[in-house]
Structure formats: structure tokens, C-alpha cells
């Protein structure tokens, strides 16, 4: 059996035409928006459905409609227009502002993503970040961005993830609740999810503990807030406590710190194609944090 010719590219126009008018579901529609006469536009299609050896449409008494292999051809052109769209504006646009969407655990994006964005403006000032705070694991099922940044131990099925952070915990305090000479017997405040450690922190520390646990939250930035304001004795995240130890207004209470497997991610699907935009934001963040990650 003779192999089948695989046709060459058609020429633009006639792919232009054949987008519009699928899209249309009318040549001379089609005809209009491309500032074409109706004959040119069916004779673009004609010449098409020559190159290759089949029928796009079906002709109607008003309009047309695709046949089977030209909807299965639509989307492909389409996508194509796309990609030669998009890259021509990333390309040939340089001061055109470009948006990069991500999602972030909300104490990672205010204790550590905010205080980053001037150098951000310095670094990259055409991209803008589209910010959406996470609060439960199961917000990142929802449809959204390529990228976002998630916490755990970097096996996130489908999905590919560069280390950001290195978790080591410490328990820490505000100055006036530091002040007491046996911190072990203060409220512990807790952190639901992968943080909540105390009883390993001890065991690791070689301290008994107890268990006169007092208020848990559901986030580490409200639960930091908490120890700020005096509440308890948080197991803090390093780095993400690490302005507030800089600054005083939180004190570590022990020299130990529990190293965990864990930490922040930058990850994406596996089967995403990022931006320009999106891998200058991703390169900008890695190097920024790169010596967190292995600290």
C-alpha cells in the first residue's frame, strides 16, 4: 500500500482563514473580521482542503460546519496562533508588564514572599505576581497557576519541585514570656498539620516536656503572632521566624534545633511549559533563597 504524503506547511493565510471561519461558522463573517472579500476566504479554504486531500466543512444553506477532521484540526491551529501570539509579545514587547501567578502557603508568602517583593521590582520590574494565599492542602486541587510553592518533604505526585527552605525547629518566645526562668512549663502553642512536633522536639532535646498545651491554629503566621503577643511558646519554623529573632521581638529559649525533612517547594506540573516571565520568576526565587535551602 502507497505510504500517505505528509503535507507541508499550508501557507498562513489559508490557516488564518480556516480558524476564522471554523470559529465563525461563516465565510463571509470570516471574510469581514480578516479584511478579506468572501471569494478569497473560500478560495484559502478550497486550496486547503486540496493540500490536504480533505473536506474541512460542510457547506450549509447559511453558514458553514465543520466536519469531523476539520474540528479535530481547529484546536491545533488555534493553539498554534496562540504560542505565535504569546511569544511575539514576550519577545519583540519587552516593557509590556507580565503577569506571573502563584500559590503560597499564606505564612510563607507574608513572612517570607512579601519582604522580598521590593527586591523583586529591582530584579524583574515587568513581572507582577498574582498572589493567592493557600490555607488547606486541598486549595491546590483547585484550577490556577503553573506554579506554586508548597510545604513537605518534595514528593508531590505530577509535579515537579525545587527546595526552597531547609526546616530546622526551635521553641521561641516573646522577650517578657522568655523572661521565666523554666520555659518548659509554659503553655505550648500548636501548629495542626506537618508542625505539630513538640513531642518529638523534646525527645530529640532530651527533655521531658509536658503536656500543658494551650491555643492551636490552623496557620504558622497566626500561630507566630500569638507567641509575639505573649500567648505560649511556639516551635518555631526557622527561617521563617528568622526577622522576627533579628529584629527582638521573638527570643529562642533553646540552643537545639530539630532538623526536619521538610520544607518549602517551588514546584509546577510536570507536563507545564513556563513563560519567559514564569521562569525569570522561578530563577529570580531560587537564587534568592538558595542558601536557606541548604542551610
Not at 500569638?226 to 528568622?242: E, F, H, K, Q, T
Amino acid at each position: 500500500m502507497p505510504r500517505k504524503t505528509i503535507p507541508t506547511l499550508p501557507p498562513l493565510d489559508w490557516l488564518r482563514s480556516f480558524e476564522a471561519a471554523a470559529r465563525l461558522s461563516n465565510f463571509t463573517a470570516a471574510a469581514a473580521e480578516l479584511g478579506l472579500t468572501q471569494a478569497a476566504v473560500s478560495q484559502h479554504i478550497r486550496f486547503l482542503e486540496e493540500r490536504l486531500k480533505t473536506r474541512l466543512f460542510s457547506r450549509l444553506a447559511r453558514g458553514v460546519a465543520l466536519s469531523p477532521e476539520g474540528a479535530a484540526y481547529l484546536p491545533h491551529i488555534q493553539s498554534a496562533f496562540a504560542t505565535i501570539s504569546s511569544s511575539t509579545t514576550e519577545l519583540f514587547e519587552p516593557r509590556a508588564v507580565q503577569t506571573v501567578s502563584i500559590r503560597v502557603p499564606i505564612s510563607f508568602a507574608l513572612l517570607v514572599l512579601v519582604p522580598a517583593l521590593p527586591d523583586l521590582a529591582q530584579a524583574l520590574p515587568r513581572i507582577q505576581l498574582d498572589l493567592v494565599t493557600i490555607h488547606r492542602p486541598t486549595d491546590y486541587d483547585l484550577p490556577g497557576s503553573v506554579l506554586d510553592i508548597r510545604f513537605g518533604n518534595g514528593a508531590f505526585p505530577g509535579r515537579e519541585a525545587d527546595r526552597l527552605t531547609a526546616e530546622r525547629l526551635v521553641p521561641v518566645a516573646a522577650p517578657a514570656l522568655a523572661a521565666d526562668a523554666d520555659w518548659t512549663s509554659l503553655p505550648l502553642l500548636l501548629v495542626a498539620g506537618a508542625r505539630e512536633m513538640w513531642a518529638e522536639w523534646f525527645a530529640a532535646a532530651g527533655l521531658a516536656g509536658h503536656l500543658q498545651r494551650s491555643h492551636r491554629f490552623d496557620s504558622f503566621v497566626a500561630a507566630m503572632e500569638a507567641a509575639r503577643a505573649g500567648a505560649g511558646v511556639l516551635l518555631g519554623s526557622r527561617p521563617l521566624i528568622d526577622a522576627a529573632l533579628d529584629s527582638g521581638t521573638l527570643v529562642r529559649l533553646s540552643d537545639f534545633e530539630l532538623s526536619s525533612s521538610s520544607g518549602h517547594f517551588l514546584t509546577k506540573a510536570s507536563t507545564a511549559q513556563l513563560t519567559s516571565a514564569e521562569q525569570d520568576f522561578r530563577t529570580w526565587l531560587l537564587g534568592r533563597l538558595s542558601g536557606v535551602a541548604s542551610a
